[in-house]
C-alpha cells in the first residue's frame, strides 16, 4: 500500500500546505512515456508485480501531463498493461474495462508477451459497450485548440461508456494545454455547448481523423466462440489471491530510504527534512542526490516537478536578483508563481497514491 505523506515544501521560511487542485505538470513527452511503459513491462518480467502496479499507477496520472497528443498505439499499449496487471490481481471488471479499452483504439498492438496467451482472445469475445454522449448537446472545441479523445479529434459528444478515455486540447501544432481521463462517455461542461465543428486543420494533427472507436468492427459478443474461455474462468485458474501479492514495500523498494514508513516531511529554506534526515537541495550535487532518492523510491512524477521546480525556482531567483535593471518586476512574480505550482504538483505527486 502506498503511503500518504504529510510533505510540505517552502520558498524560505514559510511553509504552505499542497492541496489537490493546484498541481502543475512538469514536462512529460512521448520518450518518458514510452519509456515508463517500458519499465513496466521489465517489472512485470523481474517479475516484480507490486512494482509494476506502482509505475502503471504513477503512468496512468502522468498521461494527464503529456504535452503532445497520445498517438493510439501507445494508448493500446498502456490500457493491454493496466488490463494485464488487473489479470494478476483477479480484477476481473478491471481486466473487461481496460481490455475493451484496448480493443477499441485497434492500433495493431500485440499483447504483452508476459499475459496469458488466451487473455487477448477473452477480450475479443466481450460484449460491446455502447456509444453514447449527452442528449442534445454539441460539442464545444476551445480557441485555439481541438478536443481528441484517444488521440483522434472529436466532432460530437460521443464515447464509449464505461471504458477509460483519454480527452486533450491540443492546438494545431499538437501541443497539449488540458488533458484529464474521462470515465466513459462523461463529458465535461467545458466542452459543451459549442457548434460542434472541429477546426480545419484539426485533422491534420490526428493519428487517425475519425470518431475513437466508432470505426472499429463490431466484436462477437461472449459465447460465439465455445473455446476461449472467458476472463473470469481464465482468473479462477490462477487460485485465491492472484499472483499479484502484497508484498511489502520494504521488499521491492529495498534502498529507497523510507519504504514502509510512516512519514513526516518538512521543508526549511534549501533542505527537506524526512523522518529528521536532511536532505540539501541547493546545490547542484545535492539536488542529483536527492533524485537518486526519488528514483530509489520509484517516484517518478515526483522527480519530474521536482527537477522542473527546482529549474523554474533557479530562473525566478535570477529574475529576482536583476528585476530592477533588466527583468520587469511582474514577469519575475510569474516566474515564481510557476515554481510555486510545480513545488505543489511535487507535493502533490509523493501524496497520492498510484491511479
Not at 517500458?38 to 512494482?51: M, N
Not at 503512468?59 to 494508448?75: F, G, I, V, Y
Not at 460539442?139 to 480527452?167: C, D, M, Q, W, Y
Not at 527537477?307 to 514577469?331: C, E, K, L
Request: charged residues 25%; proline residues 6%; glycine residues 8%.
Amino acid at each position: 500500500m502506498h503511503r500518504r505523506l504529510a510533505l510540505i515544501f517552502a520558498f524560505g521560511l514559510v511553509s504552505t500546505p499542497a492541496t489537490a487542485q493546484d498541481e502543475m505538470c512538469a514536462k512529460y513527452t512521448l520518450d518518458d512515456l514510452r519509456e515508463d511503459m517500458d519499465r513496466i513491462d521489465t517489472a512485470v518480467r523481474k517479475p516484480s508485480l507490486p512494482e509494476a502496479s506502482h509505475l502503471s499507477g504513477q503512468l496512468h496520472a502522468e498521461l494527464r501531463c503529456l504535452n503532445e497528443l497520445a498517438p493510439r498505439q501507445d494508448l493500446q499499449r498502456f490500457a493491454q498493461q493496466r488490463a494485464v496487471l488487473a489479470f494478476f490481481d483477479q480484477d476481473e471488471e478491471q481486466v473487461r474495462l481496460w481490455g475493451l479499452a484496448a480493443r477499441y483504439l485497434d492500433a495493431g498492438q500485440d499483447w504483452p508477451d508476459y499475459g496469458p496467451p488466451v487473455l487477448g482472445a477473452a477480450i475479443e469475445e466481450l460484449e460491446n459497450v455502447d456509444l453514447a454522449g449527452p442528449e442534445g448537446a454539441q460539442l464545444l472545441h476551445p480557441k485555439g485548440s481541438a478536443v481528441f479523445l484517444n488521440g483522434a479529434v472529436l466532432t460530437e459528444p460521443l464515447a464509449r461508456i464505461e471504458i477509460p478515455n483519454l480527452i486533450q486540447l491540443a492546438d494545431k501544432t499538437g501541443k497539449v494545454s488540458e488533458a484529464w481521463w474521462q470515465d466513459g462517455a462523461a463529458f465535461r461542461e467545458q466542452i459543451l455547448g459549442g457548434t460542434g465543428e472541429a477546426p480545419k486543420w484539426a485533422s491534420k494533427v490526428t493519428s487517425g481523423a475519425v470518431l475513437a472507436g466508432v470505426a472499429t468492427p463490431e466484436a462477437p459478443p461472449l459465447g460465439d466462440d465455445p473455446t476461449v474461455e472467458s476472463i473470469g474462468a481464465l482468473i479462477a485458474q490462477l487460485g485465491e489471491g492472484g499472483t499479484l501479492e502484497v508484498v511489502p514495500e520494504s521488499e521491492w523498494m529495498f534502498e529507497c530510504p523510507w519504504a514502509g514508513q510512516d512519514l513526516e516531511v518538512s521543508a526549511r529554506m534549501m533542505s527537506l527534512y524526512v523522518n529528521d534526515v536532511r536532505y540539501d537541495v541547493a546545490g547542484r550535487k545535492d539536488r542529483r542526490a536527492f533524485v537518486d532518492v526519488l528514483d530509489s523510491c520509484y517516484e517518478s512524477r515526483a522527480r519530474r516537478r521536482y527537477r522542473a521546480w527546482r529549474g523554474a525556482r533557479r530562473v525566478t531567483n535570477v529574475m529576482v536578483f536583476f528585476s530592477w535593471a533588466i527583468v520587469p518586476i511582474p514577469i519575475a512574480v510569474i516566474s515564481g508563481t510557476a515554481a510555486a505550482g510545480l513545488r505543489r504538483g511535487t507535493v502533490n505527486a509523493l501524496m497520492r497514491p498510484p491511479e
